[in-house]
């Protein structure tokens, strides 16, 4: 079992920037691909950002493309997302979720929330106009 919980949300005008974080506990996190989704009120859940197991590649929604960053510490068992040039259309709940890769090396990034094996319980990013 792998514990997440996000953190860093809030409420910050257009332009802005936040810097999410998730933290695990229950097992390393070295040994999981990650991503970052978000929900927006009577929208379907989409992936914001995702990197692999390896951390060697990123990928990103390309609405966020140029304004996020995905990285993450595997000493500290942490994932995070740093979100600059907010714009209100961002605003929605923010969730990270972890799947367990078998390959050490692995490369792959993963957009289906259905692929994915934990969620934390999101945390919520509002932005102003």
């Known amino acids: 079992q792998v514990q997440l919980v996000e953190s860093g949300g809030g409420l910050v005008q257009a332009g802005g920037s936040l810097r999410l974080s998730c933290a695990a506990s229950g097992r390393t996190l070295s040994s999981f691909a990650m991503g970052w989704f978000r929900q927006a009120p009577g929208k379907e859940r989409e992936v914001v950002a995702a990197?692999?197991?390896?951390?060697?590649?990123?990928n990103y929604a390309d609405a966020v493309k140029g304004r996020f960053t995905i990285s993450r510490d595997n000493a500290a068992n942490t994932v995070y997302l740093q979100m600059n040039s907010l714009q209100p259309e961002d605003t929605a709940v923010y969730y990270c979720?972890?799947?367990?890769?078998?390959?050490?090396?692995?490369?792959?990034?993963?957009?289906?929330?259905?692929?994915?094996?934990?969620w934390g319980q999101g945390t919520q990013v509002t932005v102003s106009s």
């Open positions: 990197i692999s197991r390896s951390g060697g590649s990123t």
């Open positions: 979720a972890v799947k367990l890769v078998s390959s050490l090396y692995a490369s792959g990034t993963y957009s289906s929330p259905g692929t994915y094996d934990y």
